[in-house]
């Protein structure tokens, strides 16, 4: 797949002052919920209703979608109230049943994305299709396992494709349901920056208080669009109820966001500059998580030492982690003053926690 490639193409078409917004429930539920949404979104910046009809679901038993009869209700909602129209597709059946209910925009959910053979099934069955598709994430955090997915459709003719940003599984518990891992979208960026970008907030947050947050550093960071899940009475939702917000809410959060669409070259610089600074802000946050996880093993190691009645200082062992520092540091364009400088900082910070340790044990 060439990074070349000018992958905006359909986005343009929908000749938009800001981020394209595609909204809906998570799950099209009755008729008549689909064309409440849907006539409640009319109102807002949404240009695409979205609703998924087959769900994937962690559990079975669980509410797996209203299946083809969906299809209907979003067509009539297409055409009551003239919003292009989006659903998940994970096999070759749902793609022509979507293609023939011209459903304007499909999606490959994470689950999907993950799998090489549901992915090729999937091409071959859209194959030369003007559909715009559109490919979420997988649910680990392999870029190359991503755009493997999206080259698979590429190579199957299609050429109105993008990208979703729904975050990424950990076992670990975070903030997030799926951790955004901001870093593996901003190379995804740099990689191809004429594929489109739309941030799926929904997903990474999991609850509605952080779904803001979560746009704006996607603005931030120049995103081509959003996907919220969106419904009338989201507390009532059958799927993913804690994590969607009203229509109502969602134009609230459109006009609240900073979206940049001033030109000129002081604008220029200014995005440009609050996009650089947005990349700091990712990449700081890492620094201050990867500290805190250091930390919490050398309180082990703390733990440990008092246990086999150790002494906290170990020279050897520091200069032994000095040294290969200094040589990645030097490897990474960092001065050997400052990487001295900064693990002493680091070091001592770690003798006072395992004194403080052995000081709380004994008091
Ligand atoms: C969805 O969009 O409702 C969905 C199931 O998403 P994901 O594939 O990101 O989990
Ligand atoms: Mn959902």
Redo the contacts with the bound molecule.
Sequence with gaps: MTNKKDFKNWLKAFNLEHPLVIAGP?SAETEEQVLTIAHQLKDTDTSVMRA?IW??RTKPGNFEGVGQIGLNWLKRAKEETGLKIAT?VANKTHVELALEADVDILWI???STVSPFIVQDIADALQGTDKIVLV?NPVNPDLPLWLGAVERLHKADINNLGVIH?GFSTYEKTRYRNNPEWQIAIDLQTEFPDLPLIL?PS?IAGKRDIIFDVCQTALDLNYDGLMV?THHTPDKAWS?AAQQITPKALEQMTIDLRIRKEHGEAAEFKNKLNTLRTKIDVVDHQIITHLGKRMKIVDDIGRLKKKNNVAILQSKRWNEILERMIQEGRDNGLSEDFVVSFFKEIHQESIAHQHKLLADNEA
């Design positions: 998570c998924g769900k994937p998940e959910g994470a689950r979420k729904r799926d997903h899940e993913d």
